[in-house]
């Protein structure tokens, strides 16, 4: 079991930059690809960006690249998403999921087992 805590969303002007951080607790960090999601009012979720178990690799959706950074810190047993250039589309919750998995590289939910209730990233125009 592994019990995932999201924070730092918050409110920014477009082009502004966030830091989301999600906590985990529970069994051996490392042993688990870890993944950024998102879901907007009315819309589906959505894969952000995911971070293979040692972090050397990463993946992001077409609307992330060049503008978030996903890392993990594995001693913390944290990962992070680094936003910048945000839009008023990145507007959304934001949850991070863990995976038993090894492949980062699937943007499919369903490889997640594990879920934090989320952090609301809001961007103003």
Same mark, same amino acid.
């Given at each position: 079991?592994?019990?995932?805590?999201?924070?730092?969303?918050? $409110?920014?002007?477009?082009?502004?930059? $966030?830091?989301?951080?999600?906590?985990?607790?529970?069994?051996?960090?490392?042993?688990?690809?870890?993944?950024?999601?998102?879901?907007?009012?009315?819309?589906?979720?959505?894969?952000?960006?995911?971070?293979?178990?040692?972090?050397?690799?990463?993946?992001?959706?077409?609307?992330?690249?060049?503008?978030?950074?996903?890392?993990?810190?594995?001693?913390?047993?944290?990962?992070?998403?680094?936003?910048?250039?945000?839009?008023?589309?990145?507007?959304?919750?934001?949850?991070?999921?863990?995976?038993?998995?090894?492949?980062?590289?699937?943007?499919?939910?369903?490889?997640?087992?594990?879920?934090?209730?989320?952090?609301?990233?809001?961007?103003?125009?």
């Amino acid at each position: 079991q592994v019990q995932l805590v999201e924070s730092g969303g918050g $409110l920014v002007q477009a082009g502004g930059s $966030l830091r989301l951080s999600c906590a985990a607790s529970g069994r051996t960090f490392s042993n688990y690809v870890l993944g950024w999601f998102r879901q907007a009012p009315g819309k589906e979720r959505e894969f952000v960006a995911a971070v293979s178990r040692g972090g050397g690799s990463t993946y992001y959706a077409d609307s992330a690249k060049g503008r978030f950074t996903i890392s993990r810190d594995n001693a913390k047993n944290t990962v992070y998403l680094q936003m910048n250039s945000l839009k008023p589309e990145d507007t959304a919750v934001y949850y991070c999921a863990a995976s038993r998995g090894v492949d980062y590289t699937r943007k499919d939910l369903s490889i997640y087992e594990y879920w934090g209730q989320g952090t609301q990233v809001t961007v103003s125009s």
